[in-house]
């Protein structure tokens, strides 16, 4: 039987993937996203144009901060007359990815940090107590371990020491998800996610902007010496890792990463390669929030979820310089912050 399943940040950059492979499953998914301010939502809204007119999607422009809205939400899909192929939940599920982005951002704006993705996860997660929804899949992140002492990261290490706001927040999330198991029997799957990449991905993080600087003949900016290490991960396979944490788990926090870092100024050389240019680099002293590596163990997500990387590095950046290429007058014209 097919399940409603209520998708936060459907129009962000791993939501929207997400939203298409349950489509494509047969799901019945209701999106909500407010086109926040975090990056140009012209990107979004384009993410969204994909998929909206489809006969199983139905979208709700509304921020998860008011919980008046969200209960009137809930509420409307509960009194729906019931779909003969649907189960009679209001939602069986809701895959959380709604949430302000970004660690260097979110230095400079913490109150916006913690507003989305802590009392907004709260609101979601009252909702999921008082309408009885069974699941509750939490989009975080690698970003928790901060600056960890032992790797690759592992689900039981300590995080209890974030670099940033934004991972400070993301923490707190994940900890009231627990509490709300922990009182009310919600299963819970945290995934924290390890540096997602892609086509059609957030003009903020350091893949995407280097294809667009190293395009268009712009200087790159690199904070350190360009040595440290990230886990990068393609955004089809966190969406396919995702999909496949909606089974039952009770609570359980779970890696999504490459299991291989590459070295920042690999990543670069790799483009320039591919675009057929060589970047002028100016280098930048080293941020506080910025860890120097970053990479996940995933044997967890293989045993409980099936689940491991199958799009390589390099093939992974070829398919974000096409996207890139194809959609050039578009993408060039989104604003770098």
């Not at 499953?25 to 994909?50: C, I, S, T």
């Not at 590459?262 to 002293?285: D, F, M």
């Not at 970053?294 to 974000?320: C, H, Q, S, T, Y």
Request: with cysteine; proline share 5%; aromatic share 10%.
């Amino acid at each position: 039987m097919a399940k409603r399943l209520l998708v936060t940040g459907c129009a962000g950059f791993i939501g929207s993937r997400v939203v298409e492979r349950l489509l494509r499953a047969g799901e019945y998914v209701v999106g909500v996203d407010n086109f926040d301010d975090g990056y140009n939502p012209q990107l979004k809204r384009w993410r969204l144009k994909r998929f909206e007119r489809h006969r199983r999607f139905r979208f709700h422009q509304m921020d998860i901060c008011h919980a008046d809205y969200l209960d009137g939400l809930f509420r409307g899909y509960k009194s729906m007359v019931k779909h003969p192929e649907l189960e009679q939940e209001p939602f069986s599920a809701v895959l959380h990815f709604a949430a302000r982005a970004g660690v260097r951002a979110s230095v400079g704006r913490p109150r916006a940090y913690f507003r989305v993705n802590c009392f907004g996860t709260i609101n979601l997660l009252e909702m999921c107590r008082k309408w009885d929804v069974k699941k509750f899949v939490l989009a975080s992140t690698s970003a928790v371990y901060g600056k960890a002492d032992r790797l690759p990261f592992s689900e039981e290490q300590d995080t209890s020491r974030p670099l940033s706001p934004c991972a400070a927040s993301k923490k707190a999330a994940e900890a009231m998800a627990h509490a709300y198991h922990n009182l009310h029997g919600l299963d819970v799957s945290v995934l924290r996610y390890s540096t997602v990449y892609g086509a059609a991905g957030r003009p903020d993080m350091s893949i995407s902007r280097f294809i667009q600087q190293i395009a268009e003949g712009q200087p790159i900016v690199v904070h350190g010496d360009g040595n440290q290490q990230r886990d990068f991960t393609y955004v089809s396979d966190i969406a396919r890792g995702t999909v496949a944490a909606l089974r039952p788990l009770g609570f359980e926090i779970i890696n999504l990463g490459s299991d291989q870092p590459v070295k920042l100024n690999a990543a670069i050389e790799i483009i320039s390669e591919l675009l057929g240019r060589t970047p002028e680099i100016n280098r930048q002293p080293p941020q506080a929030a910025d860890v120097p590596v970053a990479w996940a163990k995933i044997d967890k997500a293989k045993k409980l979820l099936g689940w491991e990387p199958r799009v390589a590095f390099e093939e992974g950046i070829r398919r974000a310089v096409a996207w890139y290429s194809k959609n050039r007058k578009r993408a060039a014209a989104i604003a770098l912050r």
